[in-house]
């Protein structure tokens, strides 16, 4: 077998725990994730897990080997970026993971018209909220708004600002007046986003000071931004949502445009990849193209 590929299956079925998972990830059989690390094994003459049949762990030699196997990958993959940047192209496959809504409105068209140009690189795209380990789920760049949390051994780069605004139906203001203010908001009813947590308050910028947070008496909590356009749409109250999302909404009349005298709140959209010694041309050359395009697709 191939020492490295075999250190690449060790670290990833240490990564996701078990050998199931890893094989499920790497494409390949159980059994045959357990071959790479018995050659290891054999080849070292140390055990490097302990197994049972209801879970595993690290040895103490296979903890060490296994943060030097990270080194040794995370170089070799380096060294290949290398090659591929001499082509003056990106090629290969690039992986990822962005929000479901923000990526397909606003990431996706950019990726898309970015990729026509290069027929040797391959996208790898996931849409899902939670946020990943760029590491363990094995993504080369991530997407993400809002505050970034820990970002140790994670380099990141503005590519975007999105506009949050208030809006509501005709139908809504029609029923329940138009507030003028942002005092007038906790006289209303709204539709709010939660994801897990609190609700977030709905924040307004001052200059020079911290903005001016607003929650609205709300009793409809959704986890999806598209179904609270909608229930706005409806009628249900009013939301705070991002601009690109409602653009379109605006347009056709579904919803208007509130406290149009407020600056918009701006979250910050950052593209994110791991640390390393050469980054590679198809993670630079993305991220550029991000940051050249979405401003113009988000105002």
């Keep these: 077998m191939d020492r490295l590929t075999s250190m690449a299956v060790f670290v990833r079925a240490v990564d996701l725990g078990s050998f199931a998972a890893a094989a499920?990830?790497?494409?390949?059989?159980?059994?045959m994730v357990g071959k790479h690390v018995q050659f290891l094994e054999e080849r070292l003459g140390?055990?490097?897990l302990h197994r049972t049949t209801r879970r595993q762990s690290l040895t103490d030699f296979g903890r060490d080997y296994y943060d030097r196997c990270r080194l040794i990958l995370s170089e070799?993959?380096?060294?290949?970026?290398?090659a591929a940047d001499h082509h003056s192209e990106p090629r290969g496959r690039l992986r990822i993971t962005m929000p479901v809504h923000f990526g397909r409105h606003c990431v996706l068209p950019v990726l898309m018209e970015f990729a026509r140009g290069y027929p040797?690189?391959?996208?790898?795209?996931?849409?899902?909220?939670r946020l990943v380990d760029l590491a363990e789920d094995g993504y080369d760049l991530a997407i993400r708004t809002g505050e970034l949390?820990?970002?140790?051994?994670?380099?990141?780069?503005?590519?975007?600002?999105?506009?949050?605004?208030?809006?509501?139906?005709?139908?809504?203001?029609?029923?329940?007046?138009?507030?003028?203010?942002?005092?007038?908001?906790?006289?209303?009813?709204?539709?709010v986003y939660r994801r897990t947590g609190p609700v977030p308050p709905w924040l307004?910028?001052?200059?020079g000071a911290p903005p001016v947070e607003v929650l609205p008496p709300n009793r409809f909590r959704l986890d999806?931004?598209?179904?609270?356009?909608?229930?706005?749409?409806?009628?249900?109250?009013?939301?705070?949502?991002?601009?690109w999302l409602v653009r379109e909404r605006i347009r056709q009349r579904a919803l208007v445009r509130l406290l149009p005298e407020e600056p918009p709140f701006l979250y910050d959209c950052h593209a994110l990849w791991l640390q390393t010694?050469?980054?590679?041309?198809?993670?630079?050359?993305?991220?550029?193209?991000?940051?050249?395009?979405?401003?113009?697709?988000m105002t």
């Design 24 to 31: 499920a990830a790497l494409d390949m059989s159980a059994p």
């Design 46 to 48: 140390v055990r490097l």
């Design 76 to 82: 070799a993959a380096a060294a290949d970026a290398l």
């Design 120 to 129: 040797a690189l391959e996208l790898d795209l996931s849409f899902a909220d």
């Design 149 to 191: 949390g820990d970002r140790s051994g994670v380099i990141a780069r503005k590519v975007a600002r999105q506009q949050m605004i208030v809006c509501a139906s005709p139908a809504y203001i029609a029923e329940a007046g138009q507030p003028r203010a942002i005092e007038d908001l906790m006289s209303h009813r709204a539709v």
């Design 204 to 207: 307004f910028p001052r200059d």
């Design 224 to 243: 999806d931004l598209d179904a609270v356009a909608d229930a706005a749409a409806m009628g249900m109250g009013l939301a705070w949502l991002p601009s």
């Design 277 to 297: 010694p050469h980054l590679p041309l198809k993670v630079r050359l993305t991220v550029d193209a991000l940051a050249a395009a979405l401003p113009r697709l």
